[in-house]
């Protein structure tokens, strides 16, 4: 057991990012924040709940005076100081931020004083696992908090608000409640046999297990769209040397990112960028052009081009209006029949009818359309249809599943009331279906974080950054 199993004591970190700026936060928590804060600062006011006072930030070893006796401690900083009594806090403690100028070597003196004083060094994430254990959050919310930190989209940052907010909880607590008012009826049926309680039919326990699937169902559902925002997509542009793969690649990013010249096979590396469509996090792979390579650079580079052709999670084929289907692109159009693809035909401004390949449809059920990376025609369409392929249509919803552990949960869930329906619908005893419904009840509680064992928690804290 660690000490933020039993936080008794009192933690300290500086929470703002490493680096130097205007302001910067040492942050206590815990019951001695308060006096450890009156000793580390001058206050020029005593503290007061909900109030910032100014301070002045000394240090003991510098003396103003001449003599020993005479000597006050110099003013090195001035500081705001805010306290946040408990349980009105972000850790459900008392909580006293000391907001100085944001020099590292300011935060580090306030630090090691505070630590001299009697504080400990907080661990990564322990303020957050602090809220968690006071019931300020709860897991899905302390989730979020590290989620939100770590955003690098508008939209990422609205959904982990959304979830901080606890929108997903709030699709969990019903689904919750409706199974243990199940469990407590079966449960009475057998405590309370002899004493004339109707034992639930099978009819009745069918029903509501019926009614229990289809909202777990849909959020198991929801994790490919909070997968898809929490974590991006690849997106491989591949075609042949001069088809205007690199051109499209900047067109998309907005910016000259990849060389382009009129002789094939300029690129010769892979090129990468990541952007943002629609607040979805998407990485852009420009490929070295696919033949047959002529030097050994080359054969190097389309080689790590199948590679990122393998690995991407989109594929956007870019074809040559100018020019008819070769073996090679033939040969990628089957090779990504069953997967997630799209066709650009380019240079659609050298053509008169840009409308489709010959014969393409014939060789790939993947969506085309017409662009040109010079003039920009279709770059739009372009975007959108990209999105649409990522997203497979689907709108925004609250309460999304965003990472692997909670699309677990809900999985286990919806097996466990599978096997119940399946064990009622057999006739088996109530005591054996009622194993199967606590298994989906603890399923359901490790989503939020009722029933996880300690050092499933440590894991998920020590990922926070140190301060949070």
Same mark, same amino acid.
């Given at each position: !057991? ?31 924040? *308060?006096?450890?804060?009156? =000793? ?15 301070? /002045? ?17 110099? *003013? ?14 972000? #850790? ?60 690098? #989209? ?9 979830? !901080? ?11 919750? =409640? ?18 004339? *309680? ?72 892979? *090129? ?76 659609? /401004? ?24 010079? #003039? ?51 006739? #088996?005893?109530?005591? !054996?279906?009622?194993? /199967? ?32």
């Amino acid at each position: !057991m660690t000490d933020r199993d039993s936080p008794t004591d009192t933690i300290a970190a500086i929470s703002t990012p490493p680096g130097r700026g205007g302001i910067g936060i040492v942050r206590l928590s815990g019951p001695d924040a *308060v006096s450890i804060a009156a =000793q580390l600062v001058r206050l020029r006011h005593p503290l007061a709940a909900a109030h910032a006072r100014l301070a /002045d930030v000394v240090d003991d070893s510098i003396a103003d005076a001449d003599s020993e006796a005479d000597a006050v401690p110099q *003013v090195i900083d001035e500081a705001v100081v805010t306290y946040f009594e408990a349980p009105h806090s972000y #850790t459900a403690e008392d909580v006293v931020e000391i907001a100085a100028h944001g020099s590292p070597v300011i935060l580090e003196f306030l630090l090691r004083r505070a630590l001299a004083l009697g504080a400990r060094l907080a661990e990564p994430g322990e303020f957050t696992h602090r809220a968690f254990l006071s019931g300020r959050l709860d897991l899905t919310q302390a989730e979020a908090v590290r989620d939100l930190i770590e955003a690098q #989209t508008l939209t990422q940052a609205r959904q982990a608000a959304s979830q !901080m907010g606890g929108a997903l909880s709030r699709r969990v607590t019903p689904v919750k =409640q409706t199974l243990v008012e199940l469990i407590a009826l079966l449960e009475a049926g057998i405590d309370f046999a002899e004493d004339d *309680v109707d034992v639930t039919s099978e009819a009745e326990i069918e029903r509501r297990i019926d009614g229990l699937t289809p909202p777990l169902a849909a959020l198991e559902a929801s994790f490919a769209r909070g997968r898809l925002v929490h974590d991006g997509l690849t997106l491989a542009i591949v075609g042949r040397p001069n088809a205007g793969k690199s051109s499209l690649f900047n067109r998309l990013v907005e910016r000259d990112r990849a060389i382009v010249t009129a002789t094939p096979g300029t690129t010769r590396d892979l *090129v990468t960028e990541r952007i943002s469509l629609d607040g979805i996090p998407l990485e852009l792979v420009d490929t070295a052009g696919l033949r047959e390579g002529r030097e050994e650079v080359e054969q190097i580079g389309i080689a790590r081009s199948r590679e990122a052709l393998a690995d991407a999670d989109l594929v956007l084929i870019v074809l040559d209006a100018t020019g008819e289907l070769n073996d090679e692109e033939r040969r990628l159009l089957a090779a990504v029949e069953d997967r997630p693809a799209l066709i650009a035909i380019n240079k659609c /401004d050298l053509v008169a009818n840009c409308r489709s390949a010959p014969h393409l449809e014939e060789l790939s059920s993947a969506p085309s359309l017409s662009t040109s990376a010079l #003039t920009g025609e279709g770059i739009e369409e372009l975007r959108a249809k990209i999105l649409v392929l990522a997203t497979g249509g689907a709108a925004q919803e609250p309460g999304l599943l965003t990472n692997l552990r909670q699309h677990q949960a809900v999985k286990t869930g919806l097996d466990a009331l599978a096997d119940a329906a399946r064990a009622n619908a057999s006739s #088996t005893p109530h005591e !054996m279906i009622l194993l /199967d419904l606590y298994r989906a009840l603890w399923a359901l509680d490790s989503l939020t974080g009722q029933t996880l064992p300690d050092d499933i928690l440590n894991l998920i804290f020590s990922t926070f950054c140190i301060g949070k």
